[in-house]
Structure formats: structure tokens, C-alpha cells
């Protein structure tokens, strides 16, 4: 046997990860740009301050004053409203999900997706012992829901994971697609991740409105996007109050700690000011998106904070001239695309420049 004694189905493989290289411009991993300001900071510090004098003892189990903060941010973006029992949270969207396998999936189950969909998805899977299927999406990286509800309806999974909007690609999935789904899935549930849902394009609606519809619907968020907050790790979702009680099963106790739910509390005191920016990004997206265009590259149509565009023969080759010129970026998605985070102007200078340079010496 080798050394260490690994998981059979785990010998080989490499840890998921963007490279995390020390480069002037990084628009590789879908970051906010834009930190937060000396308020915000000053409140998140006192806030650490004061459970840091808590700190011998556990957490609130059940983080209710958290779960209460989040039920009225998510209550905005749907008329039906959004209570605090039907919200869960764990450190990061990922972790959520990777709950809801646990929970909900497992040996014998299936989790399904279309591809290009988000690369931890298979990997949840794998790590639950939860069989894997990967559909696909159209040319212009759209669902044809025929052809998603037939193979929903062949496997019967136990979890669909749908991103909306899309990651590698920036697809926003529309509501009839979704509830579509929902019903084709029957007691499978249908999760729509919205880790991207606060850079939607004005009128594109959010699948929280669908709650009240679909007991299987779940719909995830994350703090690391618009909420400018990746590094404090905080996920969440709204869903049936019973599925969120099914994750306090798999849950470790106490697993958001003191100083996570004061520094998410906190955030979401200075929500307008975090999430300020996000109509900058959404027109600089909207600059990028027509400027790739202009130049005459493919570029698949964006409601998030990123954007896919190609098709190069040697993606890598473009990759690696845009790293030596300080800009990272990253290579995801299908042959010959390439996907650029959205940053501030100057960043986003840099990538044009990079870019023109790379393809012109190349040509
Ligand atoms: C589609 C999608 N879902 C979920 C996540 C996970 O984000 P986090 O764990 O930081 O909440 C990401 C991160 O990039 C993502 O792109």
C-alpha cells in the first residue's frame, strides 16, 4: 500500500485550486476588487474585539442573530419575504453545498449538472460518495430544457446543481427553466446557486421569488462576491425550513465560530456601503464584454462579475503572455476559452493592454 493510505478513488489527484501567485493584477478567482473602507473595517474589528473576550466558550449553535441578519437581506430581492428558519450558513457557499450532499445525496444517490458548470460540483460529489452526471449546455452556453429535463427525469437525482449566473460562463438561467426543473426533479432538489445573484442584469430576477413554489427548490448565496468578503468565509441558503433542519444533522457542531458570525454581522451592517460598488463592476463588465466583442473574439454573455472569451488555439500560450505581463487570469471552461474577473478600471486597463500585446506578438 502506498503512502499516505488514501482513499482509493483520491490516490493521484491534486487539491482544487486557482494558482495564488503574487502578481500585480489578479482577475483569476472572481474577487471583489474593492476592499472595504476604514468604517467598515473599524466596525468588523470591534465587533472581533467583543467576541474575543467570549472566546472560552462555543458559538451560538444555531447563529441565530446571523440567520435573522441574512433572512432580512435575502427578504429584499423576493416579495414573498425570506424567515430566519429558512436560512442556513456554514463557512463558505461551498461548504453549503457540499452539507446539502451529505445530508441529501450520498452512496447509491446521484448529483447532476450541465456542463460548463462550476468545477467543485463533481467534486462535492466524489467526496459524499454521490454518483456523478454532467449534462450539457448550448453553443451560447443557455439550457435546452428539453434536453435537461429528459435526463433528470433518466437519472433521478437526488440533487441538481444548477449555478445561475453560470460560473465559467456568466449565464443567468431564466424562471421557467428553473421551475421546469424543479418539477421534473419530483423529491430531488434543485439547487440554484447564486453566488454571482447580486450582479444580474437589471431584470433578471432571482430564484428566491420561486420559493414558495417548489419545497425542493434551494437557493445558495455567498458573502466572498458582491459582499466583498472571500476571505472571512461565509455561505448561505434559503430553502423549506425542514431541507435546512436535514443539514443540522451532517453539520459539525458549532462550525461557525464566534468571530465568523460577528465579522458576516457586521458586513451586513455596511451592506449599501459593500455592495456600493457592485453597479461599477456591472458597467465595467458591460465595457469588457464590448470591448471583447470590438476586438473580435467570442464572449459569452455575462450577469456576474466575470467574463469567458475566446476561442484561442493555445489558451495557455495567452495565458502565460497576460501573467508575464502581471495580469492573471484564468483558464476554465471549455478548449480555447479563457475567463477574466471583473476589477477596478486600471485593472481592467492593464488586461486590454496585456491582451492587444499577447495577440499581436502571437500574430
Ligand atoms: C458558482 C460558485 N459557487 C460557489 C462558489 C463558492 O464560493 P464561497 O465558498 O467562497 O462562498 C464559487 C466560488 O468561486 C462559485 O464560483
Given at each position: 500500500m502506498t503512502w499516505p493510505p488514501l482513499r482509493?478513488?483520491?490516490?493521484?489527484?491534486?487539491?482544487?485550486?486557482?494558482?495564488?501567485?503574487?502578481?500585480?493584477?489578479?482577475?483569476?478567482?472572481?474577487?471583489?476588487?474593492?476592499?472595504?473602507?476604514?468604517?467598515?473595517?473599524a466596525d468588523i474589528a470591534a465587533s472581533v474585539a467583543e467576541a474575543?473576550?467570549?472566546?472560552?466558550?462555543?458559538?451560538?449553535?444555531?447563529?441565530?442573530?446571523?440567520?435573522?441578519?441574512l433572512a432580512a437581506y435575502l427578504s429584499k430581492d423576493t416579495p414573498h419575504g425570506i424567515a430566519p428558519?429558512?436560512?442556513?450558513?456554514?463557512?463558505?457557499?461551498?461548504?453549503?453545498?457540499?452539507?446539502?450532499?451529505?445530508?441529501?445525496?450520498?452512496?447509491?444517490?446521484?448529483?447532476?449538472?450541465?456542463?460548463?458548470?462550476?468545477?467543485?460540483?463533481?467534486?462535492?460529489?466524489?467526496d459524499t460518495n454521490t454518483s456523478w452526471v454532467a449534462g450539457r449546455r448550448e453553443d451560447d452556453f443557455s439550457l435546452d430544457l428539453d434536453h435537461a429535463r429528459a435526463l433528470v427525469e433518466e437519472h433521478r437525482p437526488a440533487v441538481v446543481l444548477l449555478p445561475s449566473p453560470n460560473n465559467p460562463t456568466g449565464t443567468a438561467l431564466p424562471h421557467d427553466a428553473i421551475a421546469g426543473l424543479c418539477e421534473a426533479a419530483g423529491e430531488g432538489l434543485v439547487v440554484v446557486d447564486e453566488a454571482y445573484g447580486e450582479f444580474r442584469r437589471e431584470g433578471v430576477p432571482s430564484a428566491l421569488e420561486l420559493l414558495p413554489d417548489h419545497r425542493n427548490l434551494v437557493v445558495t448565496r455567498t458573502m466572498s462576491k458582491a459582499f466583498a468578503l472571500a476571505g472571512a468565509r461565509l455561505g448561505y441558503l434559503a430553502a423549506d425550513p425542514a431541507l435546512c433542519d436535514g443539514i443540522r444533522v451532517v453539520r459539525l457542531p458549532y462550525h461557525l465560530s464566534a468571530v465568523t458570525q460577528a465579522v458576516a454581522l457586521a458586513a451586513l451592517r455596511h451592506e449599501k456601503e459593500l455592495l456600493g460598488r457592485v453597479d461599477d463592476l456591472r458597467a465595467e463588465r458591460d465595457a469588457t464584454y464590448a470591448w471583447l466583442?470590438?476586438?473580435?473574439?467570442?464572449?459569452?454573455?455575462?450577469?456576474?462579475?466575470?467574463?469567458?472569451?475566446?476561442?484561442f488555439r493555445d489558451?495557455?500560450?495567452?495565458?502565460?503572455?497576460?501573467?508575464?505581463?502581471?495580469?492573471?487570469v484564468r483558464e476554465v471552461g471549455p478548449e480555447g476559452w479563457l475567463r477574466v474577473s471583473i476589477g477596478t478600471p486600471?485593472?481592467?486597463?492593464?488586461?486590454?493592454?496585456?491582451?492587444?500585446?499577447?495577440?499581436?506578438?502571437?500574430s
Open positions: 482509493d478513488e483520491l490516490r493521484g489527484l491534486a487539491p482544487y485550486g486557482a494558482p495564488q501567485l503574487d502578481v500585480p493584477v489578479q482577475l483569476n478567482v472572481n474577487e471583489n476588487p474593492y476592499g472595504p473602507s476604514p468604517e467598515c473595517v474575543a473576550s467570549t472566546l472560552n466558550r462555543y458559538p451560538d449553535r444555531e447563529f441565530s442573530e446571523l440567520r435573522t441578519a428558519e429558512q436560512v442556513w450558513a456554514a463557512n463558505g457557499s461551498n461548504e453549503v453545498m457540499l452539507q446539502l450532499l451529505q445530508a441529501y445525496a450520498g452512496p447509491g444517490r446521484t448529483a447532476l449538472s450541465f456542463a460548463p458548470t462550476y468545477s467543485m460540483y463533481p467534486e462535492y460529489a466524489r466583442i470590438e476586438q473580435g473574439h467570442r464572449v459569452a454573455e455575462s450577469d456576474a462579475n466575470f467574463v469567458l472569451f475566446g476561442v489558451r495557455h500560450a495567452v495565458w502565460q503572455g497576460l501573467l508575464d505581463r502581471g495580469v492573471i486600471e485593472e481592467m486597463k492593464s488586461f486590454k493592454l496585456g491582451l492587444s500585446q499577447v495577440l499581436e506578438e502571437a
